[in-house]
């Protein structure tokens, strides 16, 4: 009995220590990690308060970028290429830039749309950013049309793209291939559901061709193509 009790302190100190190594190296694995979510922090709240309302401080796009570049730098995360990707596309909206900047800032948000897919294939808002880079860019239809299909098919229901993508498709509809022509059917139909008084506004505005999609709808989806057109002759 006194060996047993004299033995158990001896034993408590290496597993005190090892515990004390473990927890150390575990702290430094995710210091990189722990810093790069911090940095990143303005990025996320700068691209929720964007997807809210639709309006970024154009004058804090730089330090925006920058702080996603060293959030990359610091921990490698499809995350903050995603965030660097969608900052730099909405730098190329920002139409008092010259046309080349505009352009390289396009290129800069493909690159990194890229590399957010590398590591991330599912991610329907990367490959429709890709697919509108296209058209800027003078992409082939091909290229432009694969990027859209990808988007449809890693995100068929993304209530934020819906529109976006109903309009990039109407716009490719002669090249388009069947099953290419089948998704954007789809999401008519969706879009309508989740989007009916902006799908009349964008009809009435021209930025969504009526005739196209009277043309993608036929068949199946007459009751669609009617209550548009009643709300349309009001």
Known sequence: MPNVRHRGPIYRYPLILLIGVAAAVLLTLSWPRLRASVRYLPVDTAMSMYWADLTINVEQLDGLIERARESIALHDNHRYWEGLSELQMLSSQVMNKPLWQRRQAWEQSVSAAEEALKRAPANPRAWLRIAQAGVFLAYSEEQITA????????????????????????????????????????????????????????????????????????????????????????
């Open 147 to 234: 990027a859209l299909k990808m988007s449809i098919l890693t995100g068929r229901v993304e209530p934020t793209l819906m529109l976006a993508r109903l309009e990039l498709g109407l716009r490719y509809l002669p090249g388009l291939d069947e099953e290419a022509v089948l998704l954007l059917r789809d999401q008519a139909v969706l879009t309508w559901v989740v989007h009916q008084r902006q799908m009349l506004q964008r009809i009435e505005s021209g930025s969504l061709d009526f005739d196209l999609l009277r043309e993608v709808l036929s068949g199946r989806n007459q009751d669609i193509i009617s209550a548009m057109e009643a709300h349309l002759v009001h």
